[in-house]
């Protein structure tokens, strides 16, 4: 039997921090608790998505949060969203920025001139060098620093469901039979088997949304590496295996879409299609993030017909779906810097804004599915992390951040996740720590966690 004062499930952005900043918060407080870090997943596969991400922030210059975001936070989820939640993520974020800097993380600062982003940040956004991987790399080398620290990999919770049909966060009780069909973005998420839920449901833990909010992203199918995004369907159109278009590509700005069009490719389009546009959109964008995280060059033709040849698509719709298209579009100027109006008139779905017509070759096409980020919705947690009862009083001893705290309702406003798991996870470290040196708390919560590991 080993005695723990604190056990954190999962290796990911949350896991990691919450433990350093539990053991550094504890060592100042001169009381070295013992904790032990524990992951279901291989080395070399754990850590959810964490380490394979690109990990955008949406940050400014000075590492400040977006101050728009909670906005974009109530429209997404049609008023649903904790608006103090919200702006604890704002007011905290900025620190948990510096914290992971300071901690040997270096950041790249990005000025946009391409894309519209909705974010107040003056067209800049911030991102790990070396991803996600950098931050945890750098977090779990500060944990393995302490001798009262334990990382355990291939170690799963006690007590939690291990049922291997669980299939990721256990989708399919909650979403939907298909969603053995969405394949996973990195690795490691195979192992998201829906253990932290069902701990805290029986617990007593409060509920957020339905547990069927999905993040899914449009991923070059023909790539080797996880998170092979093709982000920019704003500047071309976007067809499914029929090559018929099937979402307004121009609805919204491009972080305010990209989920919604991943969905409907799944849920209706046989989860096969492609991004087609051609030589000016190419030439503005590359190099660059929006279609470099694949590390596959696109397709590239001088007329659709052999574009069609390329990606084995059916001979005449491709051409004939880019012939309407193109006629269906306005004269208004095209302007990437904002929604500008122009529009096709026609076709069902029209594209709102940014309908450039694509008839410069060569001609680029990039074949696409739909690949499962996370899920959202989930348990209820307060400002601090700690899980919440069905009467919205903290249960005690058990916390929770990340994907697993439900805050996203329909839709999910990007680049937020990882600072939000960052950042609650930093905040649940230091009050964990800190609540321990208190007898009456360590008393109500059933003094130390036990587990045999």
Same mark, same amino acid.
């Given at each position: 039997?080993?005695?723990?004062?604190?056990?954190?499930?999962?290796?990911?952005?949350?896991?990691?921090?919450?433990?350093?900043?539990?053991?550094?918060?504890?060592?100042?407080?001169?009381?070295?608790?013992?904790?032990?870090?524990?992951?279901?997943?291989?080395?070399?596969?754990?850590?959810?998505?964490?380490?394979?991400?690109?990990? +955008?922030?949406?940050?400014?210059?000075?590492?400040?949060?977006?101050?728009?975001?909670?906005?974009?936070?109530?429209?997404?989820?049609?008023?649903?969203?904790?608006?103090?939640?919200?702006?604890?993520?704002?007011?905290?974020?900025?620190?948990?920025?510096?914290?992971?800097?300071?901690?040997?993380?270096?950041?790249?600062?990005?000025?946009?001139?391409?894309?519209?982003?909705?974010?107040?940040?003056?067209?800049?956004?911030?991102?790990?060098?070396?991803?996600?991987?950098?931050?945890?790399?750098?977090?779990?080398?500060?944990?393995?620093? +302490?001798?009262?620290?334990?990382?355990?990999?291939?170690?799963?919770?006690? +007590?939690?469901?291990?049922?291997?049909?669980?299939?990721?966060?256990?989708?399919?009780?909650?979403?939907?039979?298909?969603?053995?069909?969405?394949?996973?973005?990195?690795?490691?998420?195979?192992?998201?088997?829906?253990?932290?839920?069902?701990?805290?449901?029986?617990?007593?833990?409060?509920?957020?949304?339905?547990?069927?909010?999905?993040?899914?992203?449009?991923?070059?199918?023909?790539?080797?590496?996880?998170?092979?995004?093709?982000?920019?369907?704003?500047?071309?159109?976007?067809?499914?295996?029929?090559?018929?278009?099937?979402?307004?590509?121009?609805?919204?700005?491009?972080?305010?879409?990209?989920?919604?069009?991943?969905?409907?490719?799944?849920?209706?389009?046989?989860?096969?299609?492609?991004?087609?546009?051609?030589?000016?959109?190419?030439?503005?964008?590359?190099?660059?993030?929006?279609?470099?995280?694949?590390?596959?060059?696109?397709?590239?033709?001088?007329?659709?017909?052999?574009?069609?040849?390329?990606?084995?698509?059916?001979?005449?719709?491709?051409?004939?779906?880019?012939?309407?298209?193109?006629?269906?579009?306005?004269?208004?100027?095209?302007?990437?810097?904002?929604?500008?109006?122009?529009?096709?008139?026609?076709?069902?779905?029209?594209?709102?804004?940014?309908?450039?017509?694509?008839?410069?070759?060569?001609?680029?096409?990039?074949?696409?599915?739909?690949?499962?980020?996370?899920? +959202?919705?989930?348990?209820?947690?307060?400002?601090?992390?700690?899980?919440?009862?069905?009467?919205?009083?903290?249960?005690?001893?058990?916390?929770?951040?990340?994907?697993?705290?439900?805050?996203?309702?329909?839709?999910?406003?990007?680049?937020?996740?990882?600072?939000?798991?960052?950042?609650?996870?930093?905040?649940?470290?230091?009050?964990?720590?800190?609540?321990?040196?208190?007898?009456?708390?360590?008393?109500?919560?059933?003094?130390?966690?036990?587990?045999?590991?």
């Amino acid at each position: 039997m080993v005695n723990y004062d604190l056990i954190v499930v999962g290796s990911g952005f949350t896991g990691c921090i919450t433990t350093l900043n539990f053991l550094e918060t504890g060592k100042k407080l001169d009381k070295n608790r013992r904790v032990a870090l524990i992951e279901v997943g291989k080395e070399g596969e754990r850590c959810g998505a964490s380490r394979w991400k690109m990990a +955008y922030l949406r940050l400014d210059k000075d590492l400040a949060f977006d101050s728009d975001r909670k906005h974009e936070m109530a429209l997404a989820s049609n008023g649903l969203a904790d608006h103090s939640y919200c702006a604890t993520l704002e007011r905290e974020a900025q620190a948990t920025a510096k914290y992971v800097g300071e901690h040997g993380v270096k950041f790249n600062h990005h000025d946009e001139e391409n894309v519209l982003l909705e974010f107040k940040t003056d067209q800049h956004f911030v991102f790990p060098e070396g991803g996600g991987k950098a931050i945890i790399d750098c977090l779990i080398g500060h944990i393995e620093e +302490y001798k009262n620290a334990e990382i355990h990999s291939e170690t799963e919770a006690r +007590y939690l469901l291990t049922d291997k049909r669980g299939g990721y966060q256990g989708l399919a009780r909650y979403v939907g039979r298909r969603t053995h069909e969405l394949p996973l973005i990195a690795p490691g998420l195979k192992y998201n088997r829906r253990a932290g839920l069902n701990m805290a449901l029986e617990v007593g833990a409060s509920t957020a949304g339905s547990f069927d909010g999905m993040h899914c992203e449009l991923v070059d199918t023909r790539a080797a590496k996880p998170d092979a995004v093709i982000w920019d369907h704003n500047y071309g159109i976007v067809v499914n295996e029929h090559c018929k278009r099937f979402y307004d590509e121009g609805k919204r700005h491009l972080f305010a879409t990209f989920e919604m069009i991943a969905l409907e490719l799944w849920r209706d389009h046989n989860q096969k299609g492609f991004f087609i546009t051609d030589e000016p959109i190419m030439k503005r964008f590359r190099p660059g993030w929006a279609y470099d995280t694949t590390d596959q060059e696109p397709e590239t033709a001088d007329t659709t017909r052999e574009l069609v040849e390329k990606l084995k698509v059916e001979p005449d719709a491709l051409e004939a779906t880019v012939k309407e298209f193109n006629k269906a579009c306005n004269d208004k100027p095209f302007d990437l810097m904002k929604l500008d109006g122009k529009a096709t008139t026609g076709l069902n779905p029209n594209k709102t804004n940014r309908a450039n017509p694509i008839n410069t070759p060569p001609f680029c096409g990039y074949p696409v599915t739909s690949h499962l980020t996370f899920t +959202y919705d989930g348990i209820t947690t307060n400002n601090e992390a700690q899980v919440l009862s069905t009467n919205e009083v903290p249960i005690p001893g058990l916390w929770a951040a990340g994907e697993l705290s439900g805050i996203f309702y329909n839709e999910y406003p990007p680049a937020t996740s990882i600072l939000r798991s960052l950042t609650f996870g930093r905040l649940a470290g230091t009050k964990i720590a800190e609540q321990l040196g208190s007898k009456s708390w360590i008393q109500s919560a059933a003094n130390t966690v036990r587990s045999e590991l």
